[in-house]
C-alpha cells in the first residue's frame, strides 16, 4: 500500500515516530485524506512538538503524549495564540493533534483523558452574504438574457428564482425531478442534509419560472426525468450553474458574494425583515439548530445600523 511522503522535522522519540508514520498511512489509505489536509495535520502536529520539546526540554515518546495534561495543551494554544494565530487556526491546530491522539487511543497505544474534555477555540463563523432585494430581483431577471440558447437562459432563470423563492441550497433544486414540482403545487418536498425532508411554499413566481423552462426545453422530461438539465440533456451540474452566475455577476457589477447560496441567504434575511417568524424561517431553510437560523438576525442587525449610519443626521454629524 502507498504511503504518505515523509514529514521530516517532528521532535519525536522513536516510539513516537514510529506511530506517527502509521498515522499518517491509516491517514491516506484508510481514511483517503487528501494530501494538503495530510500535510496541514503533519505541519500542525510537528508545531505542538516542537512545543512541547522545547516546553518540557526533551522530545516527546509516547509515554509523555500519555502524562500531558490540560494545562499543557492550553499552554500550546495560547502560545500560539501570542504569535498571532487566529482561532481558526489554532481550531485547525488542534484538530490535527487530536487527530492523532484518537487514533492513538484507538489503537490501543496512548490514553489521553485530558485532550478528550480540551475545549476547542472558539471560532466566530462569517455573516451570511444576502444580496440586496434589487440585486436579487435584477439578477434574476438578467439570467434569461445571457446564454445563447434561449432555453438555457430560462432554464437559468427557473433554477436561481426556485433558490430565491424557497430558500434551497443549490444541491437541493438539482437534486428535484420532474414529479417533485408538479404544476400548481403549493409545496414542494426537498431532501436536505442528512437526508432531512422538509416541504416548502412554492410561490406563483416560481411555477411561472419553471413552466417558461419547460416549454422551451429540447429535452423530453417524464416524471422521473431530472428537473434542471444540461445543454447534453442530463442532470446539470452544480458546478456550471455557478459559473452562470458568475457571468452574471460581472456583467451587473455584482459584489463577489452574488453566488447562487447567497439567494439563500436573500430568502432568509429578506423574509427577516418583513417580519417573519425566526422559527418558521428555520423549518423553511431545514436548520438543525436555531442558532444557524439566528446569525440572520446579527445580517439584519448590521443592515439597520449601515441604512442608520448613511441617513441619520446626528450619524451623518449633522444637527437639526
Request: overall charge neutral; aromatic content about 4%; some cysteine.
Given at each position: 500500500m502507498a504511503g504518505p511522503a515523509p514529514f521530516l522535522g517532528f521532535a519525536a522519540q522513536p516510539d513516537l515516530a514510529d506511530a506517527i508514520d502509521r498515522w499518517q498511512r491509516w491517514l491516506v489509505n484508510e481514511k483517503g485524506c487528501a494530501p494538503a489536509t495530510l500535510k496541514s495535520y503533519s505541519t500542525d502536529l510537528a508545531g505542538f512538538l516542537a512545543f512541547i520539546a522545547e516546553y518540557r526540554g526533551r522530545a516527546a515518546g509516547l509515554n509523555d503524549l500519555s502524562a500531558l495534561g490540560l494545562a499543557d495543551f492550553r499552554a500550546w494554544l495560547s502560545a500560539r495564540a501570542g504569535e498571532g494565530a487566529a482561532a481558526g487556526t489554532r481550531a485547525r491546530g488542534l484538530a490535527g493533534v487530536r487527530n492523532l491522539f484518537r487514533w492513538l487511543d484507538r489503537q490501543g497505544i496512548v490514553h489521553n483523558p485530558a485532550i478528550q474534555i480540551l475545549g476547542s477555540p472558539k471560532v466566530?463563523?462569517?455573516?451570511?452574504?444576502?444580496?440586496?432585494?434589487?440585486?436579487?430581483?435584477?439578477?434574476?431577471?438578467?439570467?434569461?438574457?445571457?446564454?445563447?440558447?434561449?432555453?438555457?437562459?430560462?432554464?437559468?432563470?427557473?433554477?436561481?428564482?426556485?433558490?430565491?423563492?424557497?430558500?434551497l441550497r443549490i444541491s437541493e433544486g438539482l437534486a428535484l425531478n420532474r414529479h417533485d414540482l408538479p404544476p400548481g403545487a403549493e409545496t414542494v418536498r426537498v431532501l436536505g442534509k442528512g437526508a432531512k425532508e422538509r416541504q416548502v411554499p412554492l410561490l406563483p413566481a416560481v411555477h411561472q419560472a419553471v413552466a417558461a423552462y419547460l416549454e422551451a426545453c429540447p429535452f423530453r422530461l417524464p416524471g422521473s426525468a431530472p428537473l434542471f438539465l444540461g445543454a447534453r440533456g442530463d442532470r446539470l451540474n452544480a458546478s456550471v450553474a455557478r459559473k452562470a452566475v458568475q457571468a452574471l455577476r460581472g456583467l451587473l457589477d455584482l459584489p463577489d458574494s452574488a453566488t447562487p447560496h447567497a439567494l439563500r441567504h436573500s430568502f432568509a434575511t429578506h423574509l427577516l425583515g418583513s417580519g417573519a417568524d425566526l422559527r418558521a424561517i428555520q423549518d423553511l431553510l431545514g436548520h438543525a439548530s436555531l442558532s444557524t437560523t439566528q446569525r440572520y438576525t446579527d445580517v439584519d442587525a448590521e443592515t439597520l445600523l449601515s441604512v442608520y449610519e448613511n441617513a441619520h443626521p446626528r450619524a451623518l454629524g449633522k444637527d437639526r
Open positions: 466566530k463563523r462569517p455573516l451570511p452574504r444576502p444580496l440586496t432585494a434589487p440585486d436579487a430581483v435584477q439578477l434574476l431577471d438578467a439570467a434569461a438574457e445571457l446564454p445563447e440558447a434561449p432555453w438555457i437562459g430560462l432554464r437559468d432563470r427557473a433554477l436561481l428564482t426556485l433558490l430565491y423563492g424557497c430558500g
